[in-house]
């Protein structure tokens, strides 16, 4: 069963390394979704897929905390309100 997350990633993380990490990283779990830039130099991510795949997710954005400048990730489930059209984006 597939489920959306909704993650605040906090830190000076709207560099274009980060997000093409994140999405590159989305696209090999198989994931869908947008990365969009929040306030504060933070991004907010929407990601849906299979658990263990989103397990994967946010525990890799853990691993490359101290690389990227994250200071904090804020993950919480989130009812799927658009269709993500089976892609992980980056909206800028």
Same mark, same amino acid.
Do not use: W
């Given at each position: 069963?597939?489920?959306?997350?909704?993650?605040?990633?906090?830190?000076?993380?709207?560099? $274009?390394?980060?997000?093409?990490?994140?999405?590159?990283?989305?696209?090999?779990?198989?994931?869908?979704?947008?990365?969009?830039?929040? /306030?504060?130099?933070?991004?907010v991510?929407?990601? &849906?897929?299979?658990?263990?795949?989103?397990?994967?997710?946010?525990?890799?954005?853990?691993?490359?905390a $101290?690389?990227?400048?994250?200071?904090?990730?804020?993950? /919480? $489930?989130?009812?799927?309100?658009?269709?993500? &059209?089976?892609?992980? &984006?980056?909206?800028?």
């Amino acid at each position: 069963m597939k489920k959306c997350l909704k993650i605040l990633v906090v830190g000076k993380v709207q560099d $274009p390394t980060f997000k093409v990490h994140v999405q590159k990283n989305a696209g090999q779990l198989g994931l869908e979704g947008i990365l969009q830039n929040g /306030e504060d130099q933070n991004v907010v991510i929407f990601v &849906r897929g299979g658990n263990s795949d989103l397990d994967v997710f946010v525990d890799d954005l853990y691993k490359d905390a $101290p690389k990227h400048k994250i200071q904090n990730i804020i993950s /919480e $489930p989130f009812t799927q309100e658009k269709e993500f &059209r089976g892609v992980f &984006r980056i909206i800028e």
